[in-house]
Structure formats: structure tokens, C-alpha cells
């Protein structure tokens, strides 16, 4: 068995421990979820959206609870996670209702920033809409 090391982005050091299934199960586990749009997130995300901790995700990884796959960013490794089974931990750690809540803030999260989008997309067409206005009448 080989111990895997990485310097997480946001400084702390894990290890985990694959074994040979773990590693097959990571490299060949259903290629089309893993490009379906939405169906991954970040370790990072999933500890801003489900409220998890780096030791939670890491230990549900050593456990065979989450898949992953790594990957590097700008020479800072992360870790890409399945949506649905990160959604199914929280789900048994804290239960439906907590799991239902944060599903709900994350879609109030997103309709908020769509929203100021919207706004500022509509001031400049507004703004637009004046000079051109102005220009015709002069």
C-alpha cells in the first residue's frame, strides 16, 4: 500500500492512504459523471457549500465514501469531488434537513448573484439607451 502526500491549497498537510481498488476505482470510476457539468466540485467548495472540514472530506476519501481525482491549479492541488456523493456524506453526517437547508442557500447564493448581474447588465443598457436617446434629439 503507498501513502500519498500533498500540500493542500490552503496550507495543512494530508495524507492518504490508497490501496490498489481505491486507485482503479479513482482513475476508471464513470468517466461521464465525472464531465457532466454541476456533477463535481471542489474540496474547497464543498467546505464552503456543506460547511464540511478539509479532516471530514480527507477521512470520507480514506474511508471509500467520496471519490476524487486531483488536480493542480497554478501549482496549488485540489482535489475534484463527486457532487452527489459529498451531498450523501453530509446527508449522514447531519441529516436531510440539514442537507435541504444548504442546497437552498446555495440557490438563494445563486439567484442573488445572477441577479446583481442582471442589474448591472440593465444600467448599462439603460445608460446606453440615454446617449443615444440624446444624440437623436440633438
Known sequence: MAKKTSKMSHGAEESIHDDDAA???????????????????????????????QQEIIAAIRV??????????????????LRHEVESLVRDKSGQDHLHKKQLQKE??????????????????????????????G
Open 23 to 53: 486507485k482503479k476505482r479513482n482513475m476508471n470510476g464513470g468517466d461521464s459523471m465525472w464531465s457532466r457539468k454541476g456533477a463535481t466540485l471542489s474540496d474547497k467548495s464543498a467546505r464552503q457549500e456543506f460547511g464540511l472540514t
Open 64 to 81: 471509500g465514501k467520496l471519490q476524487f481525482r486531483e488536480s493542480n491549479m497554478h501549482g496549488n492541488p485540489w482535489y475534484r469531488l
Open 108 to 137: 438563494l447564493a445563486d439567484l442573488n448573484k445572477e441577479a446583481r448581474r442582471l442589474t448591472t447588465r440593465l444600467k448599462a443598457i439603460e445608460r446606453r439607451r440615454a446617449e443615444l436617446m440624446k444624440e437623436l434629439e
